[in-house]
């Protein structure tokens, strides 16, 4: 009976101890496996940073023209040179036709100019996004990590106890 008894607690054993190993591979593989994701969640927020540090610059750049353009034209108009500037550029045109043409152009071109700045308000906005979803989907993904890990130390030290 002793015997049997023996048998059974080294059966145990031996089963405790494969089930152990098999949960440090578990443990290993998902390690391996965090640290893929981190490698390839900081190569795409690297990306994105370098985007959204582009982006910031393109619109600083475009601010940057846009003021100094209001600030021409301020100027221009302070000082009176704008109707005489004005003025040079619509007395070569002979008539109410190419008034028009030019007037058509001038809109064209407000039209295009703001229409590149509203692009670059919203790619700026769409990273900005992005970055946050990112980094929050991250957060959670580590969280559910820890407490995963978390739960794999209470379930040993529970069984380590029994």
């Known amino acids: 009976m002793s015997q049997d008894l023996t048998q059974q607690w080294l059966t145990e054993i031996q089963t405790?101890?494969?089930?152990?190993?098999?949960?440090?591979?578990?443990?290993?593989?998902?390690?391996?496996?965090?640290?893929?994701?981190?490698?390839?969640y900081n190569t795409e927020a690297e990306q994105r940073r370098t985007d959204?540090?582009?982006?910031?610059?393109?619109?600083?750049?475009?601010?940057?023209?846009?003021?100094?353009?209001?600030?021409?034209?301020?100027?221009?108009?302070?000082?009176?040179?704008?109707v005489t500037a004005i003025q040079q550029e619509i007395e070569p045109l002979k008539s109410i036709d190419d008034l028009q043409?030019?007037?058509?152009?001038?809109?064209?071109?407000r039209d295009r100019l703001v229409q590149a700045l509203k692009t670059e308000q919203d790619n700026h906005a769409q990273t900005r996004k992005s970055l946050t979803t990112a980094l929050g989907d991250a957060i959670d993904r580590l969280t559910r990590e820890r407490v995963e890990k978390e739960g794999e130390k209470g379930s040993r030290g529970n069984r380590e106890r029994e």
């Open 52 to 82: 959204a540090q582009m982006s910031q610059q393109a619109i600083a750049s475009l601010k940057a023209e846009l003021q100094k353009i209001q600030g021409r034209e301020e100027q221009r108009f302070a000082d009176g040179t704008a």
């Open 16 to 40: 405790l101890k494969q089930q152990l190993a098999e949960q440090q591979r578990d443990r290993d593989t998902a390690w391996e496996s965090a640290q893929k994701w981190r490698k390839l």
């Open 101 to 109: 043409v030019k007037v058509i152009a001038v809109i064209k071109e």
